[in-house]
């Protein structure tokens, strides 16, 4: 039997949230003389804490109700909050598959929470055994991951027997060709998707990340972020950003064109050795000397995310537009293995 309570920290538990002045009147109209704000201006009043407006845009557009939603500044603040709500500091493990997002490593640090890293096969698959004998509070999957690229396989199987939090980074699900978790947020009680603005909806400056999931863990989210964590501008973009679904549509369809383009061209280059699969807006692709073609293409101003730390050899390179793919060909040509 899954008891949300007994993976929940006491802390978490037990403390009582704050309170803001707009928690206990939340009127539109009125003589607002309650939270200290300065009655001039434009923006001088708080953002709406619950971010009412922007969760009724994305229940629509994602069929999922408010009360499944919280919305943080960023994604990294949503895997942040839920390291905070779940994992005691020194005491308990969270699981991490690399190689993958740095952050999830980084925010365990900044908690103080244990890292168990159960590295991806060859293949860039997890060890679903070895997740499933750990003793972890807590994992993180990347799907597609980063910087592999790959949809993970054998997710279902960690929903269902991980005593932990299954929390699944869907960054770039709208590149895959694979369905999102979403519709199971009330099927596993023990899920969390996450998605964002900053990918395929092309608003990485807006700052605003999305967790999904039942309402008994949504109601611990909401208890300890900030109250006023994601401004009013950033709701507006937002608002503004879902609602223009067909710039979202076309603007996929032509990064998905490039990919395939971009996978055609590198696969005639002597200097790229294997072309990884993808189902995100990037390639894995092992190179002859990653560290040297980084450099030469920073020669050509042109800048790919140079992997070899953590996959020998690897660069990952993001799908930009059309003329920017064929510059980084016609750079990629000049070099000789
Ligand atoms: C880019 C990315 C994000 C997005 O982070 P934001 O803070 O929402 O911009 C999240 N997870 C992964 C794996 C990413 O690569």
Known sequence: MFELEKLVRPNMRTMKPYSSARDEFEGHE?????????????????????????????????????????????SDEVIDLALRMFCIPGKDNVVICPPTYGMYEVLANINDVNII?????????????????????????????????????????????????????????????????????????????????????????????LAYSNSAIISYFNKAKPPYNVSQLNQQ??????????????????????????????SNLKCIETIYPTDANFILVKTTDANAIYHRLIEDNIIVRNRDSVVKNCLRITVGQPSENGKLIASLRKIQP
């Open 30 to 74: 009125g003589v607002f003389l309650d939270a200290n704000e300065n009655p001039f201006g434009g923006l001088n009043r708080y953002p709406d804490p619950h971010q009412k407006a922007l969760k009724e845009t994305l229940s629509a557009v994602k069929q999922v109700p408010p009360e499944n939603i919280f919305v943080g500044n960023g």
């Open 117 to 209: 890293a159960l590295p991806l096969d060859k293949n860039f698959q997890p060890n679903v055994n070895d997740i499933l004998a750990s003793d972890a509070k807590m994992i993180f999957l990347c799907s597609p991951n980063n910087p592999t690229g790959n949809d993970l396989a054998g997710i279902e199987t960690i929903l269902e027997h991980f005593k932990g939090i299954v929390f699944i980074d869907e960054a770039y699900i709208d590149f895959s060709s694979k369905p999102s978790f979403l519709n199971q947020i009330n099927h596993y009680p023990n899920l969390i998707v996450s998605q964002t603005l900053s990918k395929a909806w092309g608003r990485a400056a807006v700052r605003v990340g």
């Open 237 to 266: 973009e937002a608002i503004k950003a879902l609602k223009d679904m067909d710039v979202f549509l076309d603007h996929r369809q032509i990064i998905l064109e490039q990919r395939r383009w971009l996978i055609a061209e590198l």
